[in-house]
């Protein structure tokens, strides 16, 4: 990856996704990894978000995109999130 100008930081996030997904599914069968990652949760028993699925899918294209593996995952779109807008009297006008 550093070959494709990938940063450091890709580098290290895509080979974490992948040790974690590698620990739970066999990283040569999609069918395991979709399983994997649609059943994935915290600590708390709670479903994780579908942003941090998307990243985990992402990394696991990589890996499969590198190794010629036919896969088609899942599209995890991020939940929205909600702005809170200051009050009146909080925000500063220069």
């Given amino acids: 990856m550093k070959n494709n100008n990938k940063s450091e930081c890709t580098i290290k996030f895509v ?3 992948l040790t974690l997904i590698g620990k739970h599914a066999n990283l040569k069968e999609t069918e395991t990894v979709k399983h994997f990652t649609a059943q994935l949760t915290d600590k708390n028993g709670e ?3 579908k942003g941090y699925k998307k990243n985990l899918c992402l990394a696991y294209n990589k ?3 590198y190794y ?3 896969c088609e995952m899942p599209l995890y ?3 929205a999130k909600t ?3 200051q ?3 909080k925000l500063k006008c220069s």
């Fill in 47 to 49: 479903d994780v978000s």
């Fill in 77 to 79: 779109e991020p939940e």
């Fill in 63 to 65: 890996f499969c995109k």
């Fill in 15 to 17: 080979d974490k996704a």
């Fill in 87 to 89: 009050p009146k009297k």
């Fill in 68 to 70: 010629k593996i036919k």
């Fill in 83 to 85: 702005i809170k807008i």
